[in-house]
Every structure is written in structure tokens, then in C-alpha cells.
């Protein structure tokens, strides 16, 4: 019912740049929270941003000032910029997404992406 397809992501060095973007399709009612999580090596899947409906953000203290989140509602996408990236920072990044669908009613789906690997070279 509802489908997230990320793209962005790949091998860079170290305060180079790079630009996340997961886009949200099928039959969508309203999408809540957007999301950025991220797992690196031997660690646990951790909040990196998050951005409400209403364009709240929250930013781990890793990565604020750094690191970017932000929404187009007309595009249904969320993306983030990421810069001055470090070695620390590689690691899977998986969208996730709040979201109800007209297949399924009012119910909330908590629905991730496939994750996209992001590389940072020193």
C-alpha cells in the first residue's frame, strides 16, 4: 500500500557531501513523521533526523549542524543533506515513514525503506 524507494547513496571521502532522498508512493491518505535511521558496522539502528508533519526537526547530537532533514509534501519525499561527513558516518541509512493509507483505513504504518549504504573514506 505504501512503498519507499531511497536513493543517494555511495562512496565518498571524508567532508565531502551527499544528498539522501526517499520517495513515498502508492495509495497514500497523509504521511505523519519522516524519518532518517542509521546502522553501521556492529551497532545498533540509530535516530539520525526527524522531520513532523508540521516541519519540526530533530537532530542526533552526532549529526546536528551537519546534517540536514527536510520534506516536500506536493513530491511526497524526504531528504537529507549531509555534510562535512566523517569516517563515523558510514553506515546503512533506512528511511522510515508514518504514514495511513486509503487501502487500510486510519490505521498508522510504520513503514522502512531497504536502506542505502553510505561510505565515508579518510
Known amino acids: 500500500q505504501v512503498q519507499l524507494v531511497e536513493s543517494g547513496g555511495g562512496l565518498v571521502q571524508a567532508g565531502g557531501s551527499l544528498r539522501l532522498s526517499c520517495a513515498t508512493s502508492g495509495s497514500i491518505r497523509s504521511i505523519d513523521t519522516m524519518a532518517w535511521y542509521r546502522q553501521g558496522p556492529g551497532k545498533q539502528r540509530q535516530l539520525v533526523a526527524r522531520i513532523t508533519s508540521g516541519g519540526t526537526t530533530y537532530y542526533a547530537d552526532s549529526t546536528k549542524g551537519r546534517f540536514t532533514i527536510s520534506r516536500d509534501n506536493a513530491k511526497n519525499t524526504v531528504y537529507l543533506q549531509m555534510n562535512s561527513l566523517k569516517p563515523e558516518d558510514t553506515a546503512v541509512y533506512y528511511c522510515?515513514?508514518?504514514?495511513?493509507?486509503?487501502?487500510?483505513?486510519?490505521?498508522?504504518?510504520?513503514?522502512w525503506g531497504q536502506g542505502t549504504l553510505v561510505t565515508v573514506s579518510s
Open positions: 522510515n515513514v508514518r504514514a495511513t493509507s486509503f487501502a487500510t483505513g486510519s490505521r498508522y504504518l510504520d513503514v
